[in-house]
Structures are given as structure tokens and as C-alpha cells.
């Protein structure tokens, strides 16, 4: 017999996602948000597939932080269907102690793109630049210049 799940609400949506950046900054285990089929893109990562990929690709990220705080009351959602797409901030400190802030460095600005089907994470599109240290800026000729206002 199979089982049918109700549909979702936005909102039911909206708590799925803020649950996970939520457990994200604590640290905690997010995984049983994600499906076990589910696939995740992250940049210079690219895409896993499954959750066992998920989570050595979240392995991978962790390396490289050791806090991470998004900043909750200024988050945008726009709901669409199954996507749930958030924008938001963030700041923290990676595993060398370089400290980042949205709007004072480079990194902290970023987009995640959700599906979320049957109260579980089907798929995850994370946006954002991964050079929290601000280490990879050498090749943008803007960064080193004066920009005259428009």
C-alpha cells in the first residue's frame, strides 16, 4: 500500500530551511532534514548526489569554518511550488581565525535554493562566494581600484 503525504504550506517550507541554517550555526546534525536521494550543489565543490555525498560535502565546508552565524531577521523568501529560495548575510570565522562580515568583507552575502517535498530537503543550490578569508582577491582588478560613484 502506498502512502500518500499531504501537500506542503509555504510556511511548512519556510521552517524546513530556517531549521537547517539554524542547526548549521549551532553546529548541530541537519541531515534527517535531507532526503536520502537528495542533491546539493555548493560552489568549487559542485554537485552531490545522495546523502552520503551531502554529507562529505558538508565535511569538506566545515574544514574550513569554525563559526558561522546567519543573520535570521533580515532573511528574503520567495516561495515557489516545491522551491524555497532564501537570500540573506552572514558573518563568522574560518579554521584560521579570519573573521568575515557582510558589507565589511567580501564574504557574507549568499542565496540558497530549496526543494522541499514531503517535509524533507530534496535538493539544496547554495550561492555565494567561498573565499570567506578573503584570500582570492589578487585577480579582480575592481577590488584593488577606487570606483568613482555612479
Not at 566545515?62 to 552565524?69: C, E, K, R, W
Not at 520567495?78 to 579570519?98: F, K, L, P, Q
Request: aromatic fraction near 12%; charged fraction near 25%.
Amino acid at each position: 500500500m502506498s502512502q500518500t503525504l499531504a501537500p506542503m504550506s509555504d510556511e511548512q517550507r519556510k521552517t524546513i530551511a530556517l531549521e537547517y541554517l539554524k542547526r548549521l550555526d549551532r553546529g548541530e546534525d541537519f541531515f534527517d532534514l535531507f532526503d536520502d536521494h537528495a542533491q546539493l550543489y555548493f560552489p568549487k565543490w559542485g554537485l552531490a548526489n545522495g546523502i552520503d555525498e551531502i554529507k562529505a560535502a558538508f565535511g569538506a565546508v566545515a574544514g574550513l569554518l569554525s563559526a558561522i552565524t546567519h543573520d535570521y531577521a533580515y532573511l528574503n523568501y520567495i516561495h515557489a511550488g516545491d522551491t524555497v529560495v532564501v537570500e540573506g548575510t552572514s558573518s563568522g570565522r574560518t579554521a584560521d581565525g579570519s573573521e568575515w562580515r557582510a558589507g565589511v568583507t567580501h564574504a557574507g552575502r549568499w542565496c540558497d535554493v530549496f526543494e522541499i517535498r514531503d517535509g524533507k530537503i530534496q535538493r539544496l543550490f547554495v550561492y555565494l562566494d567561498p573565499d570567506y578569508a578573503d584570500a582570492d582577491t589578487a585577480r579582480y582588478p575592481w577590488l584593488s581600484q577606487e570606483v568613482a560613484p555612479g
